[in-house]
């Protein structure tokens, strides 16, 4: 299993807390070739200021446009704040750059599992149990 770190900014928080309460069921990023490769069953640690939480990715998809995005995936669940279609899209356009890369790259999309406890997904990655075996 891989685990990928994100980072939300902190003027992005509101995005890390939907995430958080689950109501942001699928985070998506600008499908550079650093996004292209996560997979189903990659776990991504999402950080915000000091505070992280891991979700596991349950499916993974790539679209050529936002619009083919949201003609396949209902936008609430991807912006649960976001009253129509247009202001998501506005807030796509609207990150840093993304712009360009959405035009030149596309968009990933992935549908994010229930809540992992930190500690117990670090210890699968280091190929250790969770539980620990008795000496008799």
């Given amino acids: ?3 990928v770190f994100l980072r939300f900014r902190i003027v992005d928080r509101k995005n890390f807390d939907a995430i958080k309460r689950g109501l942001k ?12 490769g996560i997979e189903k069953g990659y776990v991504l640690t999402i950080a915000c200021g000091k505070e992280r939480i ?3 990715v349950v499916n993974a998809r790539r679209f050529k446009s936002v619009d083919a995005l949201m003609r396949a995936v209902p936008f609430r669940d991807i ?6 279609k247009a202001a998501a899209r506005e807030a796509w356009y609207g990150y840093p750059g993304y712009e360009e890369r959405l035009k030149k790259f596309g968009i990933v999309a ?5 809540p992992l ?3 117990a ?3 699968k990655e280091k190929g250790r149990s969770k539980s620990k075996k008795r000496r008799s």
């Fill in 110 to 114: 992935w549908n994010l599992g229930l």
């Fill in 1 to 3: 299993m891989k685990t």
């Fill in 25 to 36: 069921k699928i985070e998506t990023r600008a499908g550079s070739p650093r996004y292209q």
């Fill in 54 to 56: 891991a979700r596991r």
């Fill in 121 to 123: 997904h670090r210890m």
């Fill in 79 to 84: 912006m649960p704040w976001a009253p129509t």
């Fill in 117 to 119: 406890r930190a500690s």
